[in-house]
């Protein structure tokens, strides 16, 4: 088993305790952290040493919302609201197969590394026939990025022709769903202690998925000890088509369906009022905060500190390239803080609690708390090494400020399970260059198939 040991950094713990230490250690036995502290700490005899002065170790960053096939169809809709957005893009997603998803995810996932991600989940809900083994596209993509992964298998099968938004050519029977999703299940899902790989299921949105997948989803998910994702209450058009359509809100719908509880997580949760946030908090469910995708499309910003309040989960996620064009997680962390404080003043959140929703908060919401989102001895040896000596940070007092409200830092090491996925900016399982002559043809080649 290999040992590394990283000294001389400014450690933030993320423990119980929120412990940092200036100048202090970390060390990891294989996959694991075995000490964390203060000053050198000890050498074991063979351990790689990692020399962290002038940077800040963190814990590894935790994507819990994101499309990864979009990655090669950004820049396009640029001023729709998310309504007219999907009507645009959805003929051109109708056109992705495992070629056009693997390169879109080692793009996206390679950038997300890239911005201290190391564990991510995707929601994949585009099946287009004829595409191809989408799910094991992108879980191969994951892997060769050397990203933990947590792919949710999604779902749509409210087609335009039954008063859904999605185009009828992307959407698919509900049995097929639910039997690709068991077969998802049991071919990918690893639930033992340091896994690699968990599958969630993740039927779309309320406006483009029957109340009988919902809900026979949800029977499958919670059979399998499978947790639970989907879209809600992202935007007012999504509260009229709930009221229109079901009498009730978004919150109520699916609640009324078995959505809610301590397996489930929201993406987005934007137009909630107080009555659905207490409701959340009592349930426990998770939300991933996305400001920078929502901002983009003008939906609006989630209530982070009331979600927070009321005792349920938050964390972040970058959501789709398309509707997020830099696909950053540590841009999210800073977009969170100042969304925050543009609603509610400088103490609606403070800037260690906007890191918090990117480690312990992602990790909640994925259900693995007890294995990441901190640095404590025990835990999976997923970190972040930011180098903040150089000319934009070195004299900024707080260094977690100076990654928080700064320019994004250089990435010097980023460990997944205890193996080198970045260093000294460069994520190491992809040739960046020829990746991204590859996005670029498939983004051509889709636009073409979309054409009349």
């Known amino acids: 088993m290999s040992s590394t040991v990283i000294s001389g950094a400014h450690v933030v713990t993320m423990d119980a305790a929120r412990a940092e230490y200036p100048g202090g250690y970390v060390v990891l036995e294989g996959s694991r952290i075995t000490e964390v502290g203060a000053g050198t700490g000890p050498c074991p005899d063979g351990a790689r040493l990692v020399d962290g002065r002038g940077c800040l170790l963190t814990p590894g960053l935790v994507n819990t919302h994101q499309h990864l096939y979009q990655w090669v169809t950004r820049g396009l809709a640029v001023d729709e609201t998310l309504f007219g957005w999907l009507?645009?893009?959805?003929?051109?997603w109708a056109g992705i197969d495992e070629h056009a998803v693997n390169v879109a995810a080692r793009g996206a996932l390679a950038w997300l590394a890239r911005t201290g991600c190391t564990t991510s989940a995707d929601h994949h809900y585009v099946f287009p026939h004829g595409g191809g083994d989408l799910l094991a596209a992108?879980?191969?993509a994951a892997r060769d990025v050397g990203l933990r992964f947590h792919p949710c298998r999604g779902s749509m099968d409210l087609g335009r022709s039954?008063?859904?938004?999605p185009p009828d050519e992307v959407v698919e029977d509900r049995d097929a769903v639910l039997t690709a999703s068991a077969e998802a299940a049991d071919r990918w899902h690893d639930p033992s202690p340091g896994s690699m790989l968990?599958?969630?299921?993740?039927?779309c949105s309320p406006f483009s998925v029957t109340g009988e997948l919902m809900r026979e989803s949800a029977e499958l998910a919670r059979n399998r000890g499978l947790r639970l994702h989907t879209h809600l209450a992202e935007t007012l058009d999504e509260e009229s088509f709930c009221r229109e359509r079901f009498g009730a809100s978004p919150l109520e719908y699916v609640e009324s369906l078995g959505w809610t509880g301590p397996d489930?997580?929201?993406?987005?949760?934007?137009?909630?009022?107080?009555?659905?946030?207490?409701?959340?908090?009592?349930t426990r469910t998770g939300v991933a905060h996305c400001p920078s995708s929502n901002a983009r499309l003008g939906a609006g910003i989630a209530r982070a500190r009331d979600l927070r309040d009321a005792g349920g989960p938050v964390g972040l996620g970058v959501d789709g390239a398309a509707s997020n064009e830099a696909g950053s997680l540590l841009e999210e962390v800073r977009h969170a803080l100042l969304f925050a404080r543009a609603r509610g003043g400088p103490e609606e959140m403070k800037v260690r609690e906007a890191l918090e929703l990117a480690t312990l908060g992602g990790a909640a919401l994925l259900g693995r708390a007890e294995e990441i989102g901190s640095i404590q001895a025990g835990?999976?040896?997923d970190l972040a090494l930011w180098r903040i000596d150089g000319f934009a940070h070195a004299d900024v007092a707080d260094p977690v400020a100076a990654l928080v409200l700064g320019t994004?830092?250089?990435?010097?090491l980023l460990l997944v399970d205890g193996r080198p996925v970045?260093?000294?900016?460069?994520?190491?399982?992809?040739?960046?260059?020829?990746?991204?002559?590859?996005?670029?043809?498939v983004h051509r080649t889709l636009l073409e198939r979309a054409t009349p």
Do not use: M
């Not at 009507?87 to 051109?92: A, D, G, Q, T």
């Not at 489930?264 to 009592?282: E, N, P, S």
């Open 162 to 165: 039954d008063g859904g938004l």
């Open 138 to 140: 992108e879980i191969e």
């Open 379 to 381: 835990k999976l040896a």
């Open 422 to 441: 970045v260093e000294h900016d460069h994520a190491l399982g992809v040739d960046e260059e020829t990746l991204a002559r590859e996005a670029t043809a």
């Open 264 to 282: 489930v997580w929201f993406a987005h949760a934007v137009h909630l009022d107080d009555a659905a946030v207490k409701r959340i908090g009592v």
């Open 408 to 412: 994004p830092p250089p990435l010097e």
């Open 198 to 203: 968990r599958v969630a299921l993740a039927p």
């Open 87 to 92: 009507r645009k893009l959805y003929p051109v």
